[in-house]
Every structure is written in structure tokens, then in C-alpha cells.
């Protein structure tokens, strides 16, 4: 064999190699990530869905819908990861550009994990969901045998009349926005041209919902920290609130026994023992509190605020200065690019310390988005509750954080986040190359964001200081906690006589009970 036929058949064996590998890498990525996500459905599923009790082959369908969801769950935690990845494997290739062991970690890698990102979220958002939706949904056609493959069949014929009433909507909305022969013409590609606009259109929505979540999570998320961390005794005086609801919780137990053991009372026990289960579980959470640590209690909580302040304030000011850099550089626009050069340059100009401060914004932002998703009034129904959780709210949490977790790549770039280009298909939306939409999505950032904070902030420290200085004994609260003393009882009425026991008459606590008549 010649020399120059040995070394292109060298060159065809290393791309192989460099093939499968990189196949085999995001195999193991994905399969750890789905294992991940596995666990976290099973934490919130309710088990009596999928169990053959009742009926086999519903058990069986919503087997299935949870594997879909499993896989789109998995699709979305990789859209999380896949920005940050991309920047530390451009640092760690900076810092060692020829270490042996790291050669795998290349360009052709990272563009493959977005390509894949990019195919598997639309496979997710326009087909695995509606299916698996459908899928516990349908009951096969009128007629027809009893099984799952007729539930397939009615799901797929479902499923395919949506996916042209979809795809005609979309044909008359572009021919609306783009009113040429041309875009008419590049209509009738489907691959090339329906599923980036489509997706494009999904896109821009999630990136407009992380607009109005982000804000707000930002904000509540010192609320949350609050909530979860023991405060100062400055700021919180944990044994007042421990003995008040000590007698609380003995208050509501006495009322309990003497509605079971007295003909005079007409109470509601159910309503009152679930009172006395909340009052319970308050009081042991303020036990947990109460035993930690002096550090816990008078350090952990001003860092974890200091630390929430000091990256809201960086991430408003980088966006600040995103706007400057959009009036006076083109530059500074979100584009995409086809070949990720890795290695070559840092993509901050404080270089490491600049990329690692990149990656945890990036991971706060996407935390705080989904916290104010969730505390947002429009979707606090769809909060999971543990073991307790449906399938059809299951996948309605999928789809959500898919659509957040697919635009954060977007979100990020747009907001100057990163200096990290698109890769693949992220880039080819049409929408990023108007000037107008990013100078005003980043103007509705920085100002949503500074008017959330100023809000928020301004009301937790005057209640902060009003609880420190004791002016809400009064009322009972302190630290957001509603503490002693306990709300009054509801009025109580006395069975009477024949002829008046129509007449409910309320009972005050003093005044002595007489005899039966």
C-alpha cells in the first residue's frame, strides 16, 4: 500500500475513533443525567398512578408517559448544564493545551452536545409531550379493542391533527411576517425551515417568560433563603415563637377533647385536628431551628444574604453595561456561529476568575427563574408536592422547565451573561439580529429586576427592624411568622332546647355551661 493511501486511511481511522468516541461520551452524559432525573420524578410521582391494582394497562401507559417525561426532564437539565460546560471546557483547554488526558474534550464535542440539545428539545416539545398527554388520556376508538396499541393508534391520529394544525398556523404566520415569494417558497421545507421557526417561536417565548420569572424569583429569593436559614436572635427571637406555639398547639389539643367528650359543643373536629397537625409540624421545624448552631445562626445567614445581594447587583450591572456596548458596538449583538474554536481565547476578560463568576450567574439565574416560576400566581398550581404529585401535573412541570432550561443559552447571551456565541441551530433564530428587541429586552431586565429588588428589599427591612425592636408584639408576628397570641376560636353554639336549636347562639369561653335541659 502507498504512503499517501496509509495515511488517509490513518486520517479516516482517527475520525472514527474521534466519532464514536464523542458518541460514546454523550451517551454516558446523557444516560447519568436521565438516571438523575428518574430519581427526582419518583421523589414527587403519586405511586397509586402506577400500580396494577386497579388496572393494568392504565399502570402500563403511565409507565411509558413517565418514561417520556423522565427523557424530557433529562433534555432539560442539559440545557442547563450545556453553557456552563461550554465555558469551563474552553477554560480548562486554555489552562492545559496539551494535556494527553483531556484530548477528548474538543470542539467537534461541544458543537455535537448543543446539535443534540437543540434536536432532542424540539423532539421533546412538539412530540413526546403532546404524546404522552394524549397517551393517558386516550381511551382507544369507539368500537375498536381494548389495549394499549389502541391507545397508541388514537394518540398518533390525535397527535397527527395537531401537528397540522400547528404547522398550518405557522405557514400562515410567516407568510403574514415574511409576505414574499421566497419565504412562501422555503415553506415546503420542512426540516430546514418549519422546525428552526417553530422552534424559534418557542424560543422567544421562553426567553420573554424568563424575562417576567427572573425578576421575581431574584427578589424572592431572599425570601426563600429567609425561610430555609436560622436567623439572628436580633432578627428572630426563636424561643417566644417556640413557647407560643407550644401553647397553641396544647390550646387546640384541649379544644379537641372537650368537642369529643361534651354534647354542649358543636365543633368541626376534622378542621380542628388538621389545625393541631400544622400547629405539630410548625413546632418541630422551630425546634430544628432553635438547635443549631451559634456560626449557623449568627454567620450562614448575613453570608447567604450578602452573597444573593452582591450576585443580583453584578448580574444588573453586567447587564447595565451590555446596554453601553449595544449603543456603541455591533459586536456586542447575540449571533450564532457553525465551528466552535475552543482553547484559543478566554471568554472573559478576567479569565478564569471572569468565566467561574459567568457560570455561577448562569446557574443563579436559571434557580431564580424557576423559583419565581413557581411562586408566580399563574403557576403556583403547578407545584409538585411529594409523592403526591400526578402525572398530568408531571408533565406540565417537564414542559415548563424545558422551555425556561432551552431559552437560558439564549437568555444568557442576550443579557451579556457570557461572551459564549450560539453554536448550531441556537443561533439561527430570527430574532437575534434585531436591535430593537435586545436593546429593549435589556432595558425590561435591568428595570424589572431593580424595581423587584427596591420593592422587595425596602419591605423585609422595615419589617426586619419593626420585629427587632419589638413594635409587632402586638400583633403576634415576628419574622414573618405568625407567633401568640393564637387566632380567636370561631363562635361556639349551644344545642338547647326543643324549639330553639335553630337558634345558634354564640358562646364566649367565660361564660359557665349550664345543664342540659
Known amino acids: 500500500m502507498a504512503p499517501v493511501e496509509q495515511d488517509a486511511l490513518a486520517v479516516r481511522e482517527q475520525l472514527f475513533h474521534d466519532r464514536v468516541r464523542e458518541c460514546i461520551i454523550c451517551a454516558l452524559l446523557f444516560v447519568s443525567l436521565y438516571i438523575l432525573c428518574h430519581f427526582i420524578i419518583t421523589h414527587f410521582k403519586k405511586h397509586t398512578d402506577f400500580t396494577a391494582v386497579h388496572d393494568d394497562e392504565d399502570a ?69 409531550m403532546p404524546f404522552a398527554y394524549f397517551f393517558i388520556e386516550s381511551e382507544g376508538f369507539a368500537g375498536s379493542k381494548k389495549g394499549i396499541m389502541a391507545r397508541v393508534y388514537e394518540t398518533s391520529v390525535v397527535l397527527l391533527l395537531l401537528t397540522l394544525l400547528v404547522l398550518g398556523m ?25 422546525l428552526p421557526y417553530l422552534y424559534s417561536c418557542i424560543s422567544l417565548f421562553g426567553v420573554l417568560l424568563l424575562l417576567l420569572c427572573t425578576p421575581f ?24 415563637q417556640l413557647s407560643c ?4 398547639e396544647a390550646a387546640v389539643s384541649r379544644r379537641i377533647s372537650s368537642g369529643k367528650a361534651s354534647c354542649w359543643l358543636n365543633l368541626n373536629v376534622e378542621l380542628l385536628r388538621e389545625q393541631f397537625f400544622a400547629i405539630r409540624s410548625k413546632r418541630r421545624k422551630l425546634e430544628l431551628r432553635h438547635q443549631a448552631s451559634p456560626w449557623q445562626r449568627n454567620l450562614g445567614y448575613p453570608l447567604a444574604m450578602l452573597g444573593l445581594l452582591a450576585l443580583t447587583g453584578i448580574s444588573v450591572l453586567i447587564v447595565c453595561f451590555h446596554v453601553l456596548e449595544l449603543l456603541l458596538d455591533d459586536a456586542a449583538m447575540p449571533r450564532g456561529i457553525q465551528d466552535a474554536s475552543l482553547g484559543q481565547v478566554s471568554f472573559s476578560i478576567f479569565g478564569s476568575f471572569g468565566a467561574a463568576l459567568q457560570v455561577v450567574l448562569i446557574f443563579y439565574l436559571m434557580v431564580s427563574s424557576v423559583v419565581g416560576f413557581y411562586s408566580s400566581p399563574l403557576f403556583t398550581r403547578l407545584l409538585p408536592e411529594r409523592q403526591d404529585t400526578p402525572l398530568t401535573k408531571i408533565i406540565g412541570n417537564c ?21 459564549f456565541d450560539l453554536l448550531g441551530d441556537f443561533g439561527r ?51 414573618g411568622v405568625s407567633v401568640c397570641p393564637p387566632p380567636p376560636p370561631p363562635p361556639l353554639t349551644l344545642s338547647l332546647c326543643p324549639g330553639l336549636h335553630k337558634l345558634p347562639l354564640p358562646v364566649t369561653r367565660s361564660r359557665p355551661l349550664g345543664k342540659p335541659c
Open 60 to 128: 402500563a401507559v403511565n409507565r411509558i408517559a413517565l418514561g417520556l417525561c423522565t427523557f424530557t426532564l433529562a433534555v432539560a437539565l442539559g440545557a442547563v448544564l450545556l453553557l456552563p460546560f461550554s465555558i469551563i471546557s474552553n477554560e480548562v483547554l486554555l489552562s492545559f493545551p496539551q494535556n494527553y488526558y483531556i484530548q477528548w474534550l474538543n470542539g467537534s464535542l461541544i458543537h455535537g452536545l448543543w446539535n443534540l440539545v437543540f434536536l432532542f428539545s424540539n423532539l421533546s416539545l412538539v412530540f413526546l
Open 170 to 194: 405557522v405557514w400562515v404566520a410567516s407568510a403574514i411576517v415574511g409576505n414574499n415569494a421566497a419565504s412562501r417558497q422555503s415553506l415546503y421545507d420542512l426540516w430546514e425551515y418549519y
Open 217 to 240: 424569583g431574584l427578589s424572592t429569593m431572599f425570601t426563600v433563603t429567609g425561610k430555609l436559614l436560622v436567623k439572628p436572635r436580633l432578627l428572630e427571637d426563636l424561643d417566644e
Open 245 to 248: 406555639t407550644k401553647l397553641e
Open 399 to 419: 414542559v415548563s422547565l424545558l422551555v425556561l432550561s432551552s431559552a437560558l443559552p439564549v437568555f444568557s447571551r442576550t443579557l451579556g451573561i457570557t461572551r
Open 429 to 479: 433564530f430570527n430574532w437575534l439580529g434585531n436591535f430593537y428587541i435586545v436593546f429593549l429586552y435589556n432595558m425590561g431586565f435591568a428595570g424589572l429586576t431593580t424595581l423587584c429588588l427596591v420593592k422587595r428589599v425596602s419591605w423585609a427591612v422595615q419589617a426586619e427592624l419593626i420585629c427587632a425592636f419589638g413594635e409587632d408584639r402586638d400583633t403576634g408576628t415576628a419574622a
